[in-house]
C-alpha cells in the first residue's frame, strides 16, 4: 500500500515540475514576441532607440536569438549611419547604411530607408566633389589676384540653393572667406590705383602727344600689388602649390600624416571630406603656427 502511495506522489510532482516548466516557458515566449513586436513598431515609428531596447530584452528571453540580433544590429548600424552624416561624414554613413542594405532576415523597414539613405549621400559626395573643384578654381583664381573672376566663379557656388544646406558647412564657411579676401583685395587695389594717379595739373602740361601716350600707358600699367605678383610668379598662369607650402617644420607631410589629421579633423567636428589635400596641409601649419594642437584648430576655425 505504501509502495503505491508513493507512485502516485512521484506522479503527481512531476507533474507539477512538468506544467510548471511549461507554463514558464509559454510566458518567457509571449514576452519575447511581444519584445520584438514592441521593436517592429518602434522602428516604424523611427523611434530607434527604444527599438534597440525592445531587441535586447527579446534577447534576454531568448539567449542568442538570431533573429532578435540581426534586428538589434540592423539598427544599431542605421543609427549609426545617422549620427555619421549629421557629422557629415558621408564616407563612413555610406558603408553604415549599405550595411543596413545587405542584412539578411532584417527589418524591411530599415533596408527601405537604408537604400533611400544611400542615394541622398551619393547625391551628397558628388555634390562635395564638384563645389570643392569650383572652390578650388576660385581660389587659384584669388592667388593669381584675380579677385573679380574669383567672387564670379564664387557666385556659382552661392547661386546653388543646395550649396546652402548644413552638408556643405564646411565648404559653404570657406567660400564666405575666399569672397571676403576677394572683397578686401578689389578694395585695396582700386585705393593703389588711385594713389599712384597722375595729378590734373601735371597732365595739362604736357603735350596733346605725350598726354595720350602717357594715358595709354597708364591704363595697362599694373598696380604695386599686380607688379610684384607678375615678378614673382612663375606658373603658367595657374595657382602651383611651392614646396614650401608643403612642409611643416621643414620637413615634407606626407600622404599618411593628411590621412591621419583629416581623421583628428573629422573627430573635432570638421569636415575634412570636403577639404583638398592641401587644405588639410594648410590646417596643420596654421595649427603649428599659433601653437594648437590640430583638434583645437579645427574646433576654433573649422567649425
Known amino acids: 500500500m505504501k509502495k503505491w502511495v508513493w507512485v ?13 516548466a511549461y507554463s514558464n516557458h509559454h510566458a518567457t515566449a509571449k514576452e519575447y ?14 523611434n530607434y532607440t527604444q527599438a534597440e531596447s525592445y531587441f535586447q530584452n527579446a534577447l534576454k528571453r531568448k539567449l542568442n536569438d538570431p533573429t532578435a540580433q540581426t534586428y538589434l544590429t540592423q539598427t544599431q548600424r542605421f543609427v549609426s549611419g545617422e549620427d555619421a552624416l549629421t557629422a557629415r561624414k558621408f564616407a ?7 550595411k543596413v542594405q545587405d542584412t539578411k532576415g532584417g527589418s524591411p523597414v530599415l533596408v527601405k530607408r537604408a537604400k533611400q539613405r544611400l542615394t541622398t549621400v551619393k547625391k551628397i559626395r558628388a555634390n562635395v566633389a564638384q563645389f570643392q573643384q569650383i572652390l578650388t578654381k576660385a581660389q587659384e583664381q584669388n592667388q593669381a589676384l584675380n579677385y573679380g573672376a574669383s567672387n564670379n566663379t564664387l557666385d ?4 546653388n540653393k543646395q550649396f546652402q544646406q548644413a552638408y556643405y558647412k564646411g565648404l559653404y564657411t570657406r567660400a564666405l572667406a575666399l569672397r571676403k579676401a576677394n572683397n578686401a583685395g578689389q578694395t585695396s587695389a582700386v585705393s593703389s590705383n588711385s594713389s599712384t594717379t597722375t595729378s590734373p595739373s601735371s597732365s595739362a602740361s604736357s603735350t596733346t602727344g605725350s598726354t595720350s601716350t ?32 608643403t612642409e611643416l617644420n621643414g620637413k615634407v607631410i606626407t600622404a599618411a600624416q593628411i590621412s591621419s589629421a583629416r581623421q583628428t579633423i573629422n573627430a573635432a567636428g570638421g ?23 590640430l583638434t583645437k584648430y579645427t574646433q576654433t576655425y573649422l567649425k
Open 214 to 245: 602717357s594715358s595709354s600707358s597708364s591704363s595697362a600699367a599694373l598696380t604695386s600689388s599686380e607688379a610684384a605678383a607678375a615678378s614673382n610668379y612663375q606658373g603658367k598662369n595657374e595657382y602651383t602649390v611651392t614646396k614650401k607650402q
Open 33 to 46: 514576441d511581444a519584445a520584438m513586436t514592441n521593436g517592429r513598431t518602434a522602428l516604424q515609428a523611427k
Open 92 to 98: 563612413r554613413a555610406e558603408g553604415r547604411y549599405q
Open 156 to 159: 556659382e557656388l552661392f547661386n
Open 8 to 20: 502516485v506522489a512521484t506522479i503527481v510532482v512531476a507533474l507539477l515540475i512538468g506544467g510548471y
Open 271 to 293: 569636415a575634412a571630406d570636403a577639404m583638398s589635400d592641401q587644405d588639410v596641409r594648410v590646417a596643420m601649419q596654421q595649427a603649428d603656427k599659433k601653437g594648437l594642437s
